[in-house]
């Protein structure tokens, strides 16, 4: 009987885990809150609710936002794995790489890999360039709509009628602003709130593409994608691609 190859790795680190799944305890949250939300009026949700509802989804907001700059922060210090270029799809012999690996898969061979194969990488980096979108956007329109930290002051001073305070500037109460201003700074937010939009449909698409992919390489290759996200081992069937790069 032929022998058969198991190796276990120390592949994720502790900080690169704890983003993992805070941000996707966060993610859910945003989803939920956010479709809420988009459809409150159908919901039959009041100004209050909507107000509410709003306002939780920024505090959620805040969580995620510095959980995802953390994890920013982390990919200058932390292990191998962390690092810019275990997931950005550049660097030495990237496109090589990919074709090689997806002609492999063409094949039916299996590629071993300690840290993303060439595709993760592609999907690695179109999720986070996304979450930072959203995290940006979200930030202005917290803002914007609801003149919380860390932009709300700007818009509260940007829109306040002549010898009103800033600080009087609420959400929902028009009375204490300029008409005009007001009218200027929605259309500043035109453009946020619209990528804050499509970037919600994206994200949820990555998401699926992310899931399905997991599940498909972990069933192909036999390594334990999913529970190395916990223990942060991965455990190989077969030589890793990346053991030496
Ligand atoms: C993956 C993360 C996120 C998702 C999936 C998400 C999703 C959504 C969705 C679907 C909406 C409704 C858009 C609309 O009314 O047209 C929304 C609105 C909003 N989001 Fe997010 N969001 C995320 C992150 C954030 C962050 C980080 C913040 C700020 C800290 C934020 C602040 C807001 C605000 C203030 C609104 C209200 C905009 C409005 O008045 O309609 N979001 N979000």
């Known amino acids: ?31 939920c809150l956010g479709t809420i939300i988009l459809w409150g009026s159908a919901l039959g949700l009041n100004s209050d609710g909507k107000l509410l509802i709003k306002t939780i989804h920024v505090y959620v907001g805040y ?16 292990n191998r794995f962390a690092r810019w270029n275990s997931f950005l799809p550049f660097g030495r012999n990237y496109l090589k790489k990919l074709k090689g690996y997806l002609t492999a898969e063409k ?15 592609l999907a690695v980096s179109a999720i986070l360039l996304s979450l930072v979108i959203m995290a940006t956007t979200g930030l202005v329109l917290a803002g914007t709509d609801i ?47 619209s990528l804050h939009n499509w970037f919600f449909y994206v994200i949820i698409g990555l998401i699926f593409i992310h899931i399905g992919a997991v599940i498909f ?17 991965k455990i190989l069937t077969g030589e890793p691609e990346d053991k030496e790069e």
């Open 1 to 31: 009987m032929e022998k058969q190859y198991y190796n276990s790795y120390s592949v994720w680190d502790l900080p690169t885990r704890l983003f993992h799944w805070i941000n996707v305890l966060c993610v859910i949250a945003m989803i």
């Open 63 to 78: 969580v995620f936002a510095i959980n995802l700059i953390i994890r920013l922060m982390w990919a200058f210090m932390g």
């Open 107 to 121: 094949e039916g061979k299996t590629q071993f890999y300690l840290g993303h194969n060439p595709l993760g990488k």
């Open 147 to 193: 003149y919380f930290p860390p932009f709300g002051t700007i818009f509260q001073q940007w829109i306040a009628a002549s010898g009103v305070n800033p600080a009087d500037v609420v959400s929902g109460v028009k009375d204490n602003v300029d008409v005009a201003a007001y009218a200027e700074m929605r259309s500043f937010r035109k453009p946020f709130i």
């Open 217 to 233: 390489t972990e069933i192909k290759s036999g390594a334990n994608l999913i529970s190395a996200m916990f223990t942060g081992k």
